[in-house]
Structures are given as structure tokens and as C-alpha cells.
């Protein structure tokens, strides 16, 4: 049995705790947090797990062997590194950290120790992105032209960072799995704020690819209405993926165009092409519980996490990009 020490009991933090409860081969030892009052109440719920107010205190236990972090995402790379150089496996919850540098950094201390640095893209491990991406590696629906998704609400305002590392990081996690990690050459975003903080809490993300592929994603914490929808064109089929629907997430589009070269170039012939529409059968199981699954089976059995620390690296490098696009009034950033 892995001893699971988890640090971050906030929002997210609890749902760790349940899952990490209900993974295979994994006990949850002790939790900390800053706040007595959520430590209580994960006390009531889970009598035989130790709790503390000292997140480092988790950190340096001997007993000890893996360490998930739930914490604000300025303190992901310090809470990380310390456990990492204690020897500990850790699973950080998204994003990674606050820089390219910095997951670099922890990649390498990490592969010096042998030990499992993994991310927390829960949407991986959801049955929609795993069908989306067999869709797109299998090749049904052709040539991937265009990735566009938009992920808004009345959002809960972070005074630390802008919407871009709340929201966009699933948008892009789930771009960087589907497309099998295809790496865009460079980046470009526009964003603002409305309030008297500095940060922008709307945002718009354009990549672009060294083929004709596109991706778009549009984030914001001030929408009236909750939107997580995501259109993926390829050459031969399209796919719309609702997150907000109930059960029919994904739906396939047998559609597509075709355009006829003509003799002149002003008289091209676009043909059109409107097929059946599938809803496919999805797997309904817990997306964290995957999580937790895939980190557990990462330390013991030595297999390689769908959400490891390349695909963070990836995300990250992205989200740092854009955030340098978007104080630059969208200036094209080369990756
Ligand atoms: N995977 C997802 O879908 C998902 C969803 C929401 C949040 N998150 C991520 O989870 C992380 C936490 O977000 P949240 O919304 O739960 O934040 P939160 O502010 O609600 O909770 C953070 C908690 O960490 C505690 N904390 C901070 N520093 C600490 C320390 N040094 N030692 C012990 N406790 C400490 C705080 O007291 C607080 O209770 C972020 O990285 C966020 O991006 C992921």
C-alpha cells in the first residue's frame, strides 16, 4: 500500500481525497491545510487520516510515499521541488507550475530520483477526450484541420492569475492529447480585466502548427451562461464535444467539404457534403479516480501517466506564451 500524503484541502482538494480513498493500492495518511476548519471536516468524513496545519511537515514524513498537491498554483514549483528532493512521488494539480523553467526544473530532479512527476488534466481520463482522441489518432476523421473550444461562466475571480491559467489549461491539455502532443510553432492572445486586478479575467488564445491546423480557445470568468463546448474539424468527418450535456457529450459529424479545382481560380466549386450524425457510447467512470489509478499505477507498476509531465510541460510553455501575448496586445510569440 502507497502512504498518500495530500497538501490542499480547498475547492479541489477534497475531491483528491475521496478519490485517492477509493484508488487501488493507496492509503491517504495524512492531509494538510492552512485552515483548520477544512481539516475538520475531512477529519469527520475520514476518521484514520492524520491531519495538520504543516504542509512541509507532510513533505518530510518518512512514512510517507507520494505527496498530491492542491494548492494555489504560485506555490505548485516550490511544494513540488521540496518534494521531489525528499525523495517522495507527486502528482500536482493543474497547471504544472508558472513556467517552462520551472516544470523543467522539477523534470529533472524527478528523472535524476526516479521518481513519478504527473499532472492532474482530469479531463484525460474522461470518457469523451478518450473517444475524441481515437477519433482523431485512428484517422476517421481525417486530416485534423481546426481545434475550437470555448470554456466560459460566471467564474470564481483568482486576485493571482488570469483566467487563462484556470480555464484554458483543460482546453489545452485536452488539444495536446487528442492531437497526440502536436506542438503549435507559435502563439498569439488577447485578454482584458474589468477590475481593479491585475489580470485578465477574458481571453482569447489563437495556435498555430506548421501544417494548415488551427487551434482557437476562448476563456472567461464573465459569462452568463456555462459553455464547455468544443469543435474539432477533420478532413473526412466533425466532431462537437458538449461537456455540459448530460449524456450525449460527443457527437460525430459526417460532413465536410470538398473544393473542385476549376480551370479559373475565381470559380472554384465548393461541394458540401452533410452525412449522418453518430452519438457514440462513452465510459461513465470517475475521471479522478482514473487520475488516482494512473498515479498509483505509475509508481508501482513503472508505467507511464496519460497526464505526465511532458503533457504539463507542453501546457505550461503555452499558458506562458500567451500570457506574454496578451500583455503585448496579441504580438505573435514563436515557440
Ligand atoms: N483538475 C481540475 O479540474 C481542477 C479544478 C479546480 C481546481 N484545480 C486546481 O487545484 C488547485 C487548487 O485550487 P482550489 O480551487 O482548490 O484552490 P483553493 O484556494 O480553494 O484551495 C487551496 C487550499 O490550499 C491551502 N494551502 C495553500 N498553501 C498551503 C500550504 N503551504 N500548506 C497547506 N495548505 C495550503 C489553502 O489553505 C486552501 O485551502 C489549483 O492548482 C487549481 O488549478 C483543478
Redesign the pocket.
Known amino acids: 500500500m502507497l502512504n498518500i500524503g495530500i ?7 477534497p475531491n483528491l481525497v475521496r478519490n485517492f480513498s477509493a484508488a487501488k493500492g493507496a492509503v491517504v495518511k495524512c492531509v ?4 483548520e476548519k ?1 481539516l475538520q471536516k475531512i477529519s469527520s468524513l475520514y476518521p484514520s487520516c492524520e491531519t495538520t496545519l504543516d ?1 512541509n511537515g507532510v513533505i518530510e514524513r518518512s512514512d510517507i510515499d507520494a505527496v498530491v498537491l ?4 504560485k ?2 514549483y516550490e ?1 513540488a521541488k521540496k518534494a521531489l528532493l525528499a525523495g517522495k512521488h507527486v502528482l500536482v ?3 504544472l507550475a508558472t513556467s517552462r523553467a520551472e516544470v523543467l526544473e522539477l523534470m529533472e530532479i524527478a528523472a535524476q530520483k526516479n521518481l513519478v512527476l504527473m499532472v ?1 488534466h ?1 479531463f484525460l481520463y474522461t470518457g469523451a477526450v478518450r473517444k475524441i482522441r481515437d477519433l482523431v489518432t485512428s484517422g476517421e476523421i481525417g486530416d485534423l484541420h481546426y481545434f475550437d473550444s470555448t470554456r466560459i461562466n460566471l467564474g470564481l475571480f483568482n486576485p493571482n492569475w488570469s483566467v487563462i491559467w ?1 480555464l484554458a489549461v ?1 482546453d489545452l491539455s485536452i488539444f495536446d492529447y487528442i492531437s497526440g502532443g502536436k506542438r503549435p510553432n507559435a502563439v498569439s492572445a488577447t485578454g482584458i480585466g474589468h477590475t481593479k486586478m491585475p489580470i485578465e479575467n477574458i481571453a482569447y488564445i489563437t495556435l498555430y502548427f506548421d501544417d494548415n491546423t488551427i487551434a482557437h480557445i476562448t476563456s472567461s470568468w464573465i459569462s452568463p451562461v456555462k459553455i464547455r463546448k468544443t469543435l474539432i474539424g477533420g478532413s473526412k468527418k466533425m466532431v462537437i464535444y458538449d461537456d455540459v450535456e448530460p449524456t450525449e457529450k460527443v457527437k460525430i459529424y459526417d460532413s465536410g467539404f470538398e473544393v473542385n479545382s476549376a480551370e479559373e481560380m475565381h470559380k472554384w466549386l465548393v461541394d458540401y457534403r452533410f452525412g449522418d450524425i453518430y452519438i457514440p457510447k462513452l465510459e461513465q467512470t470517475e475521471a479522478l479516480l482514473g487520475v488516482a489509478n494512473d498515479f498509483v499505477s505509475a509508481i508501482t507498476n513503472g508505467t507511464t501517466p496519460v497526464s505526465n509531465s511532458e503533457s504539463g510541460l507542453n501546457v505550461v510553455s503555452v499558458l506562458e506564451a500567451a500570457q506574454k501575448s496578451m500583455q503585448a496586445q496579441g504580438a505573435l510569440q514563436k515557440l
Do not use: M, Q, S, V
Not at 494538510?32 to 485552515?35: E, R
Open positions: 497538501i490542499g484541502l480547498g475547492y479541489w482538494g494538510a491545510d492552512l485552515d477544512r504542509g492542491a494548492t494555489p498554483i506555490t505548485h511544494l494539480e493543474k497547471p492532474d482530469t484556470d483543460h
